[in-house]
Nanobody, 116 residues
Framework: QVQLVESGGGLVQPGGSLRLSCVAS????????MGWFRQAPGKEREFVAA?????RYADTVKGRFTISRDNAKNTVYLQINSLKPEDTAVYYC????????????WGQGTQVTVSS
């Protein structure tokens, strides 16, 4: 079992930056691929970025978002730069165990609001 707790969201002006953090419980964090997803009001949840053996990004965030992990701290980060109003969403951290097809563990989400 893995429990995930996100933090770092908030209200930011367009063009601003935030760093989201997700701390995972457990001793085998390094064995999990980690991802960030987001869900905007009235829209379906969408993939943002993932880090495992490789790093992947949604086209809409490439060049502005950076995912990273610190296995010693059981933490995955999402650095968000050049924020746009359309980045407003609840951002979720997720974990996928090695060998599993989907993300089986989710955090509660952290709200990011981009507005002037």
């Amino acid at each position: 079992q893995v429990q995930l707790v996100e933090s770092g969201g908030g209200l930011v002006q367009p063009g601003g930056s935030l760093r989201l953090s997700c701390v995972a419980s457990g001793r085998t964090f390094s064995r999990y691929a980690m991802g960030w997803f987001r869900q905007a009001p009235g829209k379906e949840r969408e993939f943002v970025a993932a880090v495992g053996g490789t790093t992947r990004y949604a086209d809409t965030v490439k060049g502005r978002f950076t995912i990273s992990r610190d296995n010693a701290k059981n933490t995955v980060y999402l650095q968000i730069n050049s924020l746009k109003p359309e980045d407003t969403a609840v951002y979720y951290c997720a974990a996928r165990k090695a060998g599993d097809q989907g993300y089986g563990y989710w955090g509660q989400g952290t709200q990011v609001t981009v507005s002037s």
